[in-house]
Every structure is written in structure tokens, then in C-alpha cells.
């Protein structure tokens, strides 16, 4: 008796020291977003808003409640994070807590006021890859998703048959670095960021304000002067613009260089309006025609 008591003391110890997979863990952290995104929708939103929101979700799913809309939601969104919690449990990548923990406050108090503006913002250093989760696998080594590669710019190029007359079918790749200054570019003519794609096929540095230019790419600001065939300067916060490369801020809001808040001073946030489903720089597919953008 004395043996079992001690036995269940034990195990309660282990269970109060490493608990349950925490919400801001790579287990728990699909989990949550769906319990923050179920709460948003059935507290702060009424049947109009929220088939509004929506649309063909709510058919397709079926939900009429929040416990109902939980389930559907992790049913089907849920799965599809398993290669992040799975590369992390396996090694291929780490994972912070913490940072995850800060990049769900502002939802977590838009749930709790029912503000939208606050629920939806982007906020700043809260990209999946390299923010929350850190790739461990260096370019050349085996990967399963391009998460896993330490080198943020790095893609898991998928192997191929040694036989070109057969193809191999595989998730199985190397992390691979895109090519920089005097590397081919890729087939699709592509280059590491800061780098372009010259005439000749090989990747060079893009050019600082004053230096020559014949087309935008050239140019680290993406803007070239055609008149004096000359890169531009990056422009100032109100500066215009077409991409984020073109601002002082490295944030183009509207074809104006801002500060990079994803609530603009023009726009009037009501309950439920907004769409927080581009957080955290991921996407993953819903089983209805159009994709929606998760974490």
C-alpha cells in the first residue's frame, strides 16, 4: 500500500512538473488559436456578422455553436500543424513558448473586450517561421518542410530520381539556400532577397540610391528613376509605393510608406469586421473553394 501511495505521489509530482502541453506550445498552439477564434465568433459576433464572416465555412461545416464550431475547426485545421509540433518533437526545429505566449496577448484581449481592431492586428516578430518556431537543420541536411532549415531564406528542395527517366515521390528533401551574387539564378529566375537576376542568368547584389538601372529589381529600393536610368532612394513614412522594399519602414499600407500597423486611420472597426486569419505568416487550406490564411 505504502508502494502504491508513494507510486501516485510520484506520478502527481511528474504531472504538476511537466504538465500538459501548454496553449502556447507547439502542441497546444492550434488548439488555442481555434478556442480564441470560436470565442471571437459566437461572443462578440451575432448570426449576421457571422455569416457575413463566414460565408460558405458555415455551410460546409455546419456549426451552430461555439463548442460545434471548436470541434469542426480542429478537425480540420488542426491536422495540417502537425509537421510544425512533429519537427520540433522530433528535433528538426525549436520552439518558444514565450514569444508564442505575447503574440496571442493582443487576441486574447480582443476576445476579452470584443475589439476587433486589437483581435486582428499583425504585430512585429511573430512570424511562425523564425520567430516562434527556429528551423535546426542546416543547408544540405534532411528536411521535411522548409520550417525546418536554420537559414531563414532556405527552401526543402524535395529530392529527385537519380534515374531521369523515373520519378521519385517523396516529402523527403535538403535544405537549400537560394543563390546570391555571381550564382545562377534559378529556373524561375529567382535570387536570394537582396539580390537580382541580371541579363546573363546570374544573381547580383541589388544597387544602392545613385547607382544605374534599367529595370526596378535592380535596385534596393525596387524603384528606378527612368528618366536618369538611376536607382531612387527608399522613400519616408507617407512616401509612395507598391511594396514593402520601397519604404524607409519596410512597410508599404496602401501605396503609402507607414509604420507597418495593419489597422489603417481610414477604416472604422466594428464588432466582428476584420480578418485575423493572416497572423503569423502561415496558410493552411480549408476543404472549400477558396483557402483561407491561418498560422
Known sequence: MKRLALLIASLSLAIAVTGCPGQYSADGFCDHLVDLQCQYYFKCCNAAERAEQLGSMMLYFGFRNEDECKTE???????QFQVYSEAVAQGRATWKDDVAKSC?????????????????????GCDLRGDIMQGKVANGSTCFIDAE????????????SEDPNKVLITVEGTCKAPPRDGEACTPGGDCADGHYCDSTDICRVQKP???SCTN???????????????????????GTCYRDEQCESGHCDGNTCGTGTSTDDN?????????????FGMTF??????PVPLP
Open 216 to 238: 526596378a529589381e535592380e535596385c534596393e529600393s525596387w524603384d528606378c528613376d527612368w528618366t536618369n536610368s538611376v536607382c531612387n532612394p527608399k522613400q519616408p513614412n507617407g
Open 267 to 279: 477604416y472604422t472597426y466594428q464588432i466582428c469586421d476584420g480578418n485575423p486569419f493572416s497572423l
Open 73 to 79: 475547426y480542429r478537425k480540420h485545421l488542426c491536422p
Open 104 to 124: 496571442y496577448e493582443h487576441m486574447e484581449k480582443g476576445v476579452s473586450e470584443c475589439d476587433a481592431a486589437e483581435y486582428s492586428k499583425e504585430v512585429d
Open 285 to 290: 487550406a480549408l476543404p472549400v473553394s477558396m
Open 149 to 160: 532549415c536554420t537559414d531563414l531564406e532556405a527552401e526543402c528542395e524535395e529530392k529527385k
Open 209 to 211: 540610391a545613385g547607382q
